[in-house]
C-alpha cells in the first residue's frame, strides 16, 4: 500500500487549503448551476420571463423555504423511509451477506502468508460491493415509485417542502444503511477473528535442550516444533522457567508455557496459546524526507533510473547520497528498549552482483540540535527489495570520538533526540548500486493502535461512501426515473473513483488518450507510446485528439465536482493492510461527506422544487 | 428546471385580508405538453372561478374535461400554462397554504405497506400537532369513518371503499378550512355515500369550505350550494344550484284548504290571461336534464357559454 502525498497532511494543514478551495469553488458553481437554469428558462419562455422564474425560485427558496423548514416533517418521511424498506426489500440484503459468508470460508486460501490480509480485504470489500448496490437500489426508488404511484400528492400537499421530502428521504436510508452496516460489522469482525483462530499441539520430535552459552553452564531452556495446523507450523523456543514465544509465522505468534514442576521433555506439559500479532492497526509515524546529491549537497529529488511510473527517487551506492527523514514528536517513554522501523526500498542495479543476498545500506542517527549535531556509527542493514523490513535500533548505541581514535556509548533518547526531533540518514552501500525510495517507505513504528476500533474507521469509511451513493440517488430520482437515476448515480461514483486517472489523462501524465484515441489503438493493436498516425492523414489525428479532448475536458470538470470516492474508500485499505487509519484522516473525510450531502440535497431541493410532480 | 417553473407570473395586490373569497382563479390555463414541448391537451381554458368561505361548490362535468386538472392547478401539482390560481389569497405554488387544506385525491394514494393507524399517523407528523392531539385525532377519524375493525391491516389489504375512506380520514387530519374532494364519492357503498354526504355537509355548517367535483350529479345535487359545469376545459355554467335548476318560464300552483268559491276565483284569474291552472309552483328540473342539455348544447355549439345568465350572487 501506498501512502498518498496529500495523506501525509495533518487535519490543519489540510483545512487551510481545502477551505481556501471551498470558498471560491462554491460561488463559482452555485453561479454556474444558476447560470445553467436561467438557460433552460430563457429557452422555455424567452429571456424576461426566465429570468423573473428563475428568481423566484431562488427567493422562495431563501425568504420562505429554509425559514419553514421543519425537523419534524423531515423525520416524519425519514420514518416512512425507514418503514418502507424494512417492509419491502431489505431483508433480502441481509440474506445474500449472510450467504456470501456462509461459504466464504471455503473459498479463501487459508494457506496464504497472510491470512489476516486476505480475511480483512474480504470483509471490507464484500460489504463496500454489497452495501452500494443496496443503497443505489434503495435511494433511486423512493421518489420515483412515489410519483408513479400518485402516494406524492398526499405528500406535496401537506406543508412539505421540497428540501424536507429529499432529507427526510435521504436521512431514512441513511438510517437503514448505519444499522445494515453496523451488524454487517458485528458479523464481519467475528468472522475475521474466528478466522484468525487455531491451535496447535507440541510434536514430540523436536523437544530437545537448548545447548548451553558456554561450557558447563546449564541449559537455557528448551525448544520444540509444534503440530501442523491450519497449513501452518511454528517452532518455538522457551527460557529456563518454561515461558516463551514461537516464531511469527503467516504473520502471527503464539505465547507458549510450561506447566508448573512437570518434565521439560513431556511435550503435554507445553501448551501453546492463542494466537496474536496478526489483526493489528500498525502505527507508522512519517517524517519530512529530503534528498542529498552524491556530493552531499541538499536536491529536491533524487535521481531518476528511467522508471517513467516510478513515484521513488534514487541515490547512488558509496557516494554521499542520502535519503534524510526528519522525525518528530519522539520521547523515550514510548520506545523504552529499541527504536523500531519499518522501511521498504526498491533497488536498481547496475550489475547483478549477488542477487541472492540483496544491496547493502547504512542508516545513520543524526541530532538535529545545530549547535552539537552528533551522530552515531552507521549501522549496516542487507536490503531486502519492496519487502517490509522491521528494524529494531537499539537504544545504546556508538558514536566515534572527535579525532577518530575511540568509540564511547552514547544513548539515543539522551544524546541524540533534540526537542523530540531526529534525522535519520539511509545511505546506499554498494558502489553503483542505487536504492530508490519516497517519504511512506522508512517510518518509526509507534506502539500499536486497537485493532477493534481500527476495524470500526473500515467501516466507517464504507459508511461514509453509502451515504454519498443515498444522496446522489436521491438526487437523481428527484428528476430522472430509476432506471435512469441507478445510472447516473453509477456514473457519477465511478468518475469519483478513477477522479485522479481522468486528472492524469487530462493532463497527459496517464498514456493511452482519450477514449476514442484508446479504442483507435485497440483495434490497430498499437502500443500507448507510440504517436497516433493514420498513414499521412494528419488531420484525422488532430480532429480525434480534438474530440478527445473536449470529452475530456467535460469529464475532468464533472470528476472535480464528485466526490472523490477512492479517498474515501481509504479507510478499507488500511485496515485491510494493518495500518491505523489516522484519526485526523478520518474526520477530513466526515467533513468532506458533510459538505457534499449538503451540496447534493440542496441541488436535490431545486429539483424536487421545480418539478411539476402531476405532469 | 422543469418545463413550467414553480413561480408564479408577476405578483398582482393581494385580495383584502378579510376576504371571503377563498379560491380564486384569473384565466387559468393549462396546456398538457410531452417530453418535447409540443402540445397535447388543452386541458383547461381560461377559467374564471370564485369560491367563497363556507360554501360547497361543485365541479360538474363529463370524463376529461378537466375537473382534476383544475383541482391539481389549486394544490400546485401542476403549474398553470398561463393565468393564476389562489388560494386564501396566495398563491397556488405557495406550500404554506396546505396548513389549512385537506385533498382527496380521485383514487386514493397512499402507502400500501401502512395500516390504518400508521397511515394517519404519519400524515399527522407533517403538520404542527401535539403528539397528544395526534393520537386523539387519530383514533376520532378512524371511528368516524368506521374503520375501526380494520385499523391494524395493511392499506394493500383495503377494499376500495375502505381505502376512500382512509383517503377522507387523510385528508381531514389537520382540521382543514378548505376541502378539495375529486370525486368523493365512487367506490363507496350507498351508505358510505350517504355518509360522505353528510360528512360534507356537516363540515360546512362547522363554518368549512368544501370544493368538490364529481359527475355523479345526485351527489352534487344533495349537497352543492353552487356548481360550475366544465365541458372539454372551458366554464358552461356557474350559480347557486338552486337557481339553476328552477325553470323561471314556469309557474306551478298546489294548494290546500281553499273554498270551492276561492279555487273559482283562482282559476278564473287564470283563465283571464289564457291559462290552465295545472298546480302551482316554481317546477324544477333535475341536474341531469340540466346537465345533458349543457353538453349537448356545448358540443353542437363549442365554444359557447350555454345559457348567458348573471350569476346570483
Ligand atoms: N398528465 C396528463 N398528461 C396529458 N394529458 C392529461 C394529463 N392529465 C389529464 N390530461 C388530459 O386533460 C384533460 C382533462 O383531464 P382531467 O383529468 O382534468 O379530467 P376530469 O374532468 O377529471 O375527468 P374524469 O371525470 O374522468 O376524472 C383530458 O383530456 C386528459 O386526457
Ligand atoms: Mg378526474
Known amino acids: ?615 | 428546471m422543469s418545463s413550467d417553473s414553480a413561480v408564479a407570473k408577476r405578483p398582482q395586490p393581494q385580495p383584502a385580508p378579510q376576504s371571503d373569497v377563498v379560491i380564486e382563479t384569473h384565466n387559468l390555463t393549462k396546456v398538457y405538453r410531452d417530453f418535447w414541448g409540443r402540445q397535447k391537451v388543452r386541458a383547461l381554458k381560461a377559467l374564471d372561478l370564485e369560491v367563497r368561505r363556507g360554501e360547497i361548490f361543485g365541479l360538474l362535468g363529463p370524463n376529461g374535461s378537466g375537473k382534476t386538472t383544475t383541482i391539481k392547478l389549486l394544490l400546485g401539482l401542476l403549474f398553470p400554462t398561463s393565468g393564476r390560481a389562489l388560494v386564501f389569497g396566495q398563491d397556488a405554488s405557495d406550500v404554506s397554504k396546505n396548513e389549512r387544506i385537506g385533498y382527496l385525491p380521485e383514487e386514493s394514494y397512499l402507502y400500501k405497506f401502512l395500516n390504518a393507524e400508521e397511515t394517519l399517523d404519519f400524515y399527522a407528523r407533517l403538520f404542527n400537532i401535539p403528539a397528544a392531539e395526534r393520537k386523539e385525532r387519530v383514533n376520532r377519524l378512524i371511528s368516524e369513518v368506521k374503520l375501526d375493525w380494520a385499523r391494524r391491516r395493511q392499506l394493500k389489504e383495503y377494499s376500495k371503499g375502505m381505502t376512500r375512506r382512509i383517503g377522507l380520514a387523510q385528508a381531514l387530519i389537520n382540521d382543514p378550512d378548505l376541502i378539495l374532494l375529486d370525486e368523493p364519492t365512487t367506490g363507496l357503498d350507498p351508505m358510505g355515500s350517504r355518509e360522505m354526504k353528510d360528512t360534507i355537509l356537516r363540515l360546512r355548517d362547522e363554518g368549512k369550505t368544501v370544493l368538490l367535483c364529481s359527475h355523479l350529479l345526485p351527489d352534487i345535487q344533495d349537497v352543492c350550494d353552487r356548481i360550475a359545469i366544465l365541458h372539454s376545459g372551458e366554464l358552461k355554467e356557474l350559480g347557486r344550484i338552486d337557481t339553476l335548476l328552477t325553470l323561471q318560464d314556469e309557474t306551478q300552483f298546489r294548494a290546500k284548504g281553499l273554498t270551492k268559491a276561492a279555487e273559482d276565483e283562482i282559476r278564473q284569474v287564470i283563465e283571464k290571461h289564457g291559462g290552465t291552472l295545472v298546480g302551482m309552483d316554481h317546477p324544477t328540473t333535475t341536474l341531469e336534464d340540466l346537465f345533458l342539455s349543457i353538453v349537448r348544447e356545448s358540443e353542437a355549439h363549442p365554444g359557447r357559454r350555454a345559457h348567458e345568465r348573471m350569476e346570483p350572487r
Open chain 1, 1 to 615: 500500500m501506498e501512502i498518498r502525498p496529500e495523506e501525509f497532511l495533518t487535519f490543519a494543514e489540510w483545512f487551510g487549503p481545502a477551505i481556501k478551495y471551498f470558498i471560491i469553488a462554491v460561488p463559482v458553481l452555485t453561479f454556474l448551476a444558476i447560470f445553467g437554469c436561467f438557460l433552460v428558462s430563457a429557452a422555455r419562455r424567452g429571456p424576461v420571463e426566465g429570468f423573473y422564474a428563475v428568481a423566484t425560485v431562488i427567493a422562495t427558496a431563501i425568504g420562505k423555504d429554509l425559514p419553514a423548514a421543519s425537523l419534524r416533517r423531515t423525520l416524519a418521511i425519514a420514518r416512512l423511509t425507514v418503514k418502507e424498506s424494512i417492509r419491502r426489500r431489505v431483508i433480502v440484503s441481509f440474506v445474500i451477506f449472510a450467504l456470501i459468508f456462509l461459504f466464504a470460508g471455503w473459498f479463501l486460501d487459508r494457506k496464504s502468508d497472510d491470512p489476516a490480509h486476505l480475511y480483512l480485504s474480504f470483509v471490507l470489500t464484500t460489504t463496500t460491493y454489497l452495501a452500494i448496490v443496496l443503497a443505489l437500489f434503495l435511494s433511486t426508488a423512493s421518489i420515483p415509485a412515489d410519483i408513479k404511484s400518485r402516494t406524492i400528492y398526499t405528500i406535496v400537499t401537506k406543508p412539505v417542502r421540497a428540501g424536507e421530502l429529499v432529507l427526510g428521504r435521504i436521512f431514512g436510508f441513511v438510517a437503514v444503511i448505519t444499522v445494515l452496516l453496523a451488524v454487517m460489522g458485528v458479523i464481519s469482525y467475528f468472522f475475521v477473528v474466528r478466522g484468525m483462530e487455531h491451535e496447535h499441539g507440541v510434536l514430540p520430535e523436536g523437544l530437545a535442550a537448548l545447548a548451553p552459552v558456554a561450557e558447563g553452564d546449564a541449559s537455557p531452556g528448551w525448544e520444540g516444533t509444534t503440530t501442523m495446523n491450519s497449513y501452518h507450523r511454528h517452532s518455538w523456543k522457551v527460557d529456563d522457567t518454561g515461558r516463551g514465544t514461537t516464531d511469527k509465522i503467516m504473520g502471527h505468534q503464539h505465547q507458549v508455557t510450561r506447566s508448573q514442576d512437570a518434565d521439560p521433555s513431556d511435550p503435554v506439559a507445553y501448551e501453546i496459546g492463542a494466537p496474536y500479532g496478526a489483526l493489528v492497526a500498525r502505527v507508522p509515524i512519517y517524517g519530512q524526507m529530503r534528498f542529498l546529491d552524491s556530493e552531499g549537497n541538499p536536491t529536491q529529488k533524487g535521481i531518476s533510473v528511467g522508471k517513467e511510473w516510478e513515484y521513488r527517487s534514487y541515490i547512488e551506492g558509496r557516494t554521499l547520497a542520502s535519503a534524510i527523514w526528519r522525525f518528530q514528536g519522539l520521547s523515550d517513554r514510548d520506545y523504552p528498549e529499541y527504536l523500531p522501523l519499518g522501511l521498504t526500498l526498491s533497488v536498481f542495479r547496475t550489475y547483478k552482483g549477488d542477487i541472492v543476498t540483496g544491496v547493502r545500506g547504512i542508516i545513520i542517527l543524526k541530532s538535529t540540535d545545530p549547535r552539537n549535531p552528533i551522530q552515531c556509527e552507521p549501522i549496516g542493514f542487507i536490503s531486502r527489495e519492496y519487502e517490509l523490513q522491521q528494524l529494531h535500533i537499539p537504544r545504546k548505541l556508538r558514536m566515534e570520538s572527535a579525532d577518530g581514535a575511540s568509540q564511547r556509548e552514547i544513548d539515543l533518547f539522551a544524546d541524540l533526540v533534540h526537542e523530540g526531533e531526529l534525522d535519520i540518514i539511509v545511505r546506499c552501500d554498494d558502489a553503483v548500486q542505487y536504492f530508490g525510495m519516497a517519504q511512506a517507505d522508512l517510518y518509526i513504528e509507534a506502539p500499536d493502535a486497537p485493532f477493534g476500533w481500527n476495524f470500526a474507521k473500515g467501516y466507517i469509511g464504507i459508511w461514509l461512501q453509502m451515504i454519498i451513493v443515498v444522496c446522489l440517488g436521491v438526487m437523481f430520482s428527484t428528476f430522472l426515473s430509476t432506471p435512469v437515476a441507478i445510472l447516473g448515480t453509477m456514473f457519477a461514483v465511478l468518475l469519483g473513483f478513477f477522479g485522479s486517472f481522468v486528472q492524469d489523462l487530462w493532463t497527459g501524465k496517464a498514456w493511452g488518450g482519450g477514449p476514442i484515441e484508446a479504442l483507435i489503438r485497440l483495434v490497430n493493436q498499437d502500443n500507448v507510446v507510440t504517436p497516433l498516425q493514420f498513414g499521412n492523414f494528419e488531420l484525422g489525428v488532430h480532429i480525434v485528439k480534438f474530440m478527445d479532448k473536449v470529452y475530456l475536458t467535460i469529464v475532468r470538470a464533472l470528476s472535480g465536482v464528485l466526490p472523490d470516492f477512492s479517498g474515501l474508500g481509504r479507510a478499507s485499505e488500511y485496515v485491510a493492510y494493518s495500518f491505523n487509519y489516522y484519526d485526523q484522516l478520518l474526520a477530513r473525510q466526515c467533513l468532506t461527506t458533510f459538505v457534499y450531502v449538503t451540496a447534493i440535497a440542496i441541488v436535490g431541493y431545486f429539483f424536487m422544487r421545480t418539478r411539476e410532480v402531476a405532469a
